[in-house]
């Protein structure tokens, strides 16, 4: 039988460091997209999920299971990013004007596209597609943004999402209509209903991605 | 947002439940509530009909993959923390501690009991010890005369090529075993 994220966390903490690689291992790859996604770059990505797992590590001895394993994960994912954000942002803010300032356009690294095969023309035309709703994505205010990630992307619960960001539930409802309403109408040449209504998201009865 | 839909303060009343009754975690109650403002207002009809079809755009965000170094560099990060080690910490395995601990108890017991000695009553055993070390001694010492014994020395051949001994020049202890 599994053991369950909280269990092999007590484990990491009773000293198995084999339950650690499976934490690891089943979340490293969630948490590089989502601060990819937060981010924008991913050498930064990999060095803040690393970062992460430092601090889950760091902490097992501390560690008491109140929450979610997820939701402390993200919680601490997030808030790294946000300071990455924000660091970054700064930094930018002080380049010379003889530098070459990221305009957010065509600078980021291409996208590692993992288990796919198209043709030159469609991997163009899913790249070009991917970088609209990745600078749309990015464009939200951090904390839509974060939102945003986890619930369509993470599909973590509300409870979990308003404890990461640390406001009420109803009030991440509210940040999630606005987040979507704003990329509705940005991805607005992407999104036509009467073409892709075939396509809604139904992981768990319905739910996105 | 809604202020230009049909009937604005009940498009207002679901923004807050939009999300959660499309993405089918709604509960029961608020799930009919939406569903019956949906069939009453195309508008929010319309706008929940974007919003799907914008989580299905949302799908073709690819996923990347993380570098084949994550993990060595993560474990490399790991290795260089500086260690907060206990005293137990220092013991590599549980089964190591316990044999320290088992030893060292079993130091403590053996230090605290009486020194039980054997059975042979101590003073003629002394006694017998030292009587077998005086003949040894005394042994070497009555042996010690042959190395001054003239006649036993000048035999020897190594010896003979030596220049002879001055007349008179015998040693004393010669002269008393002769």
């Given at each position: 039988?599994?053991?369950?994220?909280?269990?092999?966390?007590?484990?990491?903490?009773?000293?198995?460091?084999?339950?650690?690689?499976?934490?690891?291992?089943?979340?490293?790859t969630?948490l590089?997209?989502?601060?990819?996604r937060?981010?924008?770059?991913?050498?930064?990505?990999?060095d803040?999920?690393?970062?992460?797992?430092?601090?889950?590590?760091?902490?097992?001895?501390?560690?008491?299971?109140?929450?979610?394993?997820?939701?402390?994960?993200?919680?601490?994912?997030?808030?790294?990013?946000?300071?990455?954000?924000?660091?970054?942002?700064?930094?930018?803010?002080?380049?010379?004007?003889?530098?070459?300032?990221?305009?957010?356009?065509?600078?980021q690294?291409?996208?590692?596209?993992?288990?796919?095969?198209?043709?030159?023309?469609?991997?163009?035309?899913?790249?070009?597609?991917?970088?609209?709703?990745l600078?749309?994505?990015?464009?939200?205010?951090?904390?839509?943004r974060?939102?945003?990630?986890?619930?369509?992307?993470?599909?973590?619960?509300?409870?979990?999402?308003?404890?990461?960001l640390?406001?009420?539930?109803?009030?991440?409802?509210?940040?999630?209509?606005?987040?979507?309403?704003?990329?509705?109408?940005?991805?607005a040449?992407?999104?036509?209903?009467?073409?892709?209504?075939d396509?809604?998201?139904?992981?768990?009865?319905?739910q996105?991605? | 947002m809604?202020?230009?839909?049909?009937?604005?303060?009940?498009?207002?009343?679901?923004?807050?439940?939009?999300?959660?009754?499309?993405?089918?975690r709604?509960?029961?109650?608020?799930?009919?509530?939406?569903?019956?403002?949906?069939?009453?207002?195309?508008?929010?009809?319309?706008?929940?009909?974007?919003?799907?079809s914008?989580?299905?755009?949302?799908?073709?965000?690819?996923?990347?993959?993380?570098?084949?170094?994550?993990?060595?560099?993560?474990?490399?990060?790991?290795?260089?923390?500086?260690?907060?080690?206990?005293?137990?910490?220092w013991?590599?395995?549980?089964?190591?501690?316990?044999?320290?601990?088992?030893?060292?108890?079993?130091?403590v017991?053996?230090?605290?009991?009486?020194r039980?000695?054997?059975?042979?009553?101590?003073?003629?055993?002394?006694?017998?010890?030292?009587?077998?070390?005086?003949?040894?001694?005394?042994?070497?010492?009555r042996?010690?005369?042959?190395?001054?014994?003239?006649?036993?020395?000048?035999?020897?051949?190594?010896?003979?090529?030596?220049?002879?001994?001055?007349?008179?020049?015998?040693?004393e202890?010669a002269?008393?075993?002769?």
């Amino acid at each position: 039988m599994a053991r369950t994220d909280v269990q092999l966390m007590l484990d990491v903490k009773a000293g198995d460091e084999q339950s650690f690689e499976l934490l690891l291992r089943k979340y490293r790859t969630p948490l590089v997209n989502f601060l990819f996604r937060m981010v924008r770059d991913t050498a930064v990505a990999e060095d803040l999920a690393q970062e992460v797992f430092l601090r889950v590590y760091r902490a097992r001895q501390e560690y008491a299971p109140s929450a979610k394993f997820t939701t402390w994960m993200f919680r601490i994912a997030t808030n790294l990013a946000l300071n990455s954000v924000r660091d970054n942002r700064h930094r930018q803010m002080e380049i010379s004007m003889d530098q070459t300032v990221d305009t957010g356009e065509d600078e980021q690294q291409p996208l590692q596209v993992a288990d796919r095969a198209p043709t030159v023309e469609q991997e163009l035309v899913a790249r070009s597609r991917a970088e609209l709703i990745l600078k749309a994505i990015h464009a939200l205010p951090e904390k839509q943004r974060a939102a945003v990630l986890l619930h369509k992307y993470q599909e973590l619960d509300y409870d979990e999402i308003a404890r990461v960001l640390e406001c009420s539930e109803s009030a991440l409802k509210s940040l999630l209509f606005r987040a979507y309403e704003t990329l509705r109408v940005q991805l607005a040449p992407l999104v036509s209903p009467t073409v892709r209504t075939d396509r809604v998201p139904a992981n768990r009865s319905g739910q996105p991605a | 947002m809604f202020g230009k839909h049909e009937n604005g303060q009940q498009c207002a009343a679901i923004e807050g439940q939009l999300v959660q009754y499309l993405d089918g975690r709604a509960r029961p109650a608020e799930r009919h509530a939406v569903e019956a403002h949906l069939a009453a207002c195309a508008a929010c009809r319309s706008r929940a009909e974007e919003f799907r079809s914008l989580w299905s755009v949302m799908d073709d965000l690819p996923a990347i993959s993380p570098s084949p170094a994550f993990d060595a560099s993560l474990r490399a990060r790991i290795a260089a923390e500086p260690q907060r080690r206990g005293f137990w910490d220092w013991m590599p395995s549980p089964r190591l501690a316990f044999a320290v601990t088992a030893l060292v108890a079993l130091s403590v017991w053996m230090s605290s009991m009486p020194r039980v000695m054997p059975s042979l009553p101590a003073a003629p055993q002394t006694a017998q010890v030292n009587k077998v070390g005086a003949d040894f001694d005394f042994g070497m010492i009555r042996d010690l005369p042959v190395l001054e014994n003239y006649d036993v020395v000048s035999k020897f051949d190594a010896l003979s090529e030596l220049p002879g001994p001055v007349a008179g020049s015998v040693p004393e202890g010669a002269k008393e075993t002769r």
